[in-house]
C-alpha cells in the first residue's frame, strides 16, 4: 500500500539524548516535511524539503536537524539543544501534481523523562 | 508572507444539528485552501480542496466549504452532524508554486448527545 511510514510510534528519550524519528514515504512525492503538534498551537512546521540533498528551516527548526539523502526519506533528529520537545510529530510529503496536497504519517509521540 | 486564522478553538454542536467551523486567511497571491481533520492520536486527513473553479467544495463525510475570495475565507459546513465527527479540524493554505503550506490552530468539534 501506498503511503507514509513513521516509527516509532512512541519514543522515551532522557534529557541531553539526541534521537531520531524516521518517516518513508513511497508515493514517489518530492516534497516532504516535519511539523510538530502541541495542544492549542496547531501544526507548526520545523523542516521541509522539496528535492533530494536539499531542505529549508521551517518556522521553529532551532534544536532540530533534518537530511533528505533518499527521495523515500526524510529522518528528524531532535537534539539535546531542543529545550522543550515533548510533542507529538507528524511527517507528511506533497503531491505537487494536484496542488500541493499534503499527506500525512499517523504520527510520532515524543516524550522527554 | 500567508496565515490562517481559525476563529474558534471549539465548537459544541447537538447530534443531527448543522455545524460551521470558520477560517479565513490572508495572502497577495492566488492561494490553495484546504481542509483537514485529525481523531485521537492519529495523522491528519484531508477533508477537501480548494483549487480552483466552483467556489463550492465538496469532500468526504458530507462536509462541503465555500471560497470567498472578497472576504478570504473559507468557512467548512456539514448540515446534520454525527458523533463520528467529533475530531479537531484544520484548515490550512498554499500559496501557487510554493511548496510550504500553512496550518490553522485547529478547532476540536464536540458533539453532543
Known amino acids: 500500500d501506498g503511503g507514509i511510514t513513521q516509527s516509532p510510534k512512541y519514543l522515551f528519550r532522557k534529557e541531553g539524548q539526541n534521537v531520531t524519528l524516521s518517516c518513508e514515504q513511497n508515493l514517489n512525492h518530492d516534497a516532504m516535511y516535519w511539523y510538530r503538534q502541541d495542544p492549542g498551537q496547531g501544526l507548526r512546521l520545523i523542516y521541509y524539503?522539496?528535492?533530494?540533498?536539499?531542505?529549508q528551516k521551517g518556522d521553529i527548526a532551532e534544536g532540530y536537524s533534518v537530511s533528505r539523502e533518499k527521495k523515500e526519506s526524510f529522518p528528524l533528529t531532535v537534539t539535546s539543544a531542543q529545550k522543550n520537545p515533548t510533542a507529538f510529530y507528524l511527517c507528511a510529503s506533497n503531491d505537487r501534481g494536484t496542488g500541493n496536497t499534503i499527506y500525512f504519517g499517523e504520527g510520532s509521540w515524543l516524550t522527554v523523562v | 508572507a500567508q496565515s490562517v486564522t481559525q476563529l474558534d478553538s471549539q465548537v459544541p454542536v447537538f447530534e443531527e444539528a448543522p455545524v460551521e467551523l470558520r477560517c479565513n486567511y490572508s495572502s497577495s497571491v492566488s492561494v490553495y485552501l484546504f481542509w483537514y481533520v485529525q481523531y485521537p492520536n492519529q495523522g491528519l486527513q484531508l477533508l477537501l480542496k480548494?483549487?480552483?473553479?466552483?467556489?463550492l467544495v465538496k469532500g468526504i463525510n458530507g462536509f462541503e466549504a465555500e471560497f470567498n475570495k472578497s472576504q478570504t475565507s473559507f468557512h467548512l459546513r456539514k448540515p446534520s452532524v454525527h458523533i463520528s465527527d467529533t475530531a479537531e479540524y484544520f484548515c490550512a493554505v498554499s500559496v501557487n508554486r510554493d511548496d510550504k503550506i500553512i496550518f490553522g490552530k485547529g478547532t476540536r468539534l464536540h458533539i453532543l448527545p
Open positions: 480548494y483549487l480552483s473553479g466552483s467556489t
Open positions: 524539503s522539496q528535492i533530494v540533498n536539499d531542505f
